[in-house]
């Protein structure tokens, strides 16, 4: 695995932890279908969250946040349609987060 999957692979474990710490049931992480792909699927109640989670050691490329395009968002969304038919949860309220981290090391920064 390159760098950028392992910095990835770290940053939704983090998310994964984030969400379990808040009261979140996970549901599945890196859930895939015909259409596409998505993070995290979460539960909090009786709601279903679809979590895309970006990570970056910096921001001279933007926000982690900002690189969720409107493709992506096309994506995540009929990935979403697809897991709620799937397991017969159109009774849910559904919502689509984004889960950005900026990851920093600073050396002798002081």
Same mark, same amino acid.
């Given at each position: 695995?390159?760098?950028?999957? /392992? ?14 710490? /808040? ?24 709601? +279903? ?6 990570? #970056? ?19 995540? #969304? ?15 309220? +559904?919502?689509?987060?984004? +889960? ?11």
């Amino acid at each position: 695995m390159n760098e950028k999957g /392992r910095l990835g692979n770290r940053g939704e474990n983090l998310a994964l932890e984030y969400l379990k710490n /808040r009261g979140y049931e996970i549901l599945s992480n890196n859930y895939r279908c015909h259409f596409g792909e998505v993070d995290i699927i979460a539960r909090k109640g009786n709601e +279903i969250i679809f979590a895309e989670v970006k990570t #970056r050691s910096g921001n001279s490329y933007g926000y982690p946040e900002e690189a969720v395009d409107k493709n992506k968002i096309k994506h995540i #969304r009929k990935v979403a349609e697809a897991y709620i038919a799937d397991n017969k949860l159109s009774e849910m309220s +559904i919502r689509f987060d984004v +889960i950005s981290i900026e990851l920093k090391h600073i050396e002798n920064c002081f």
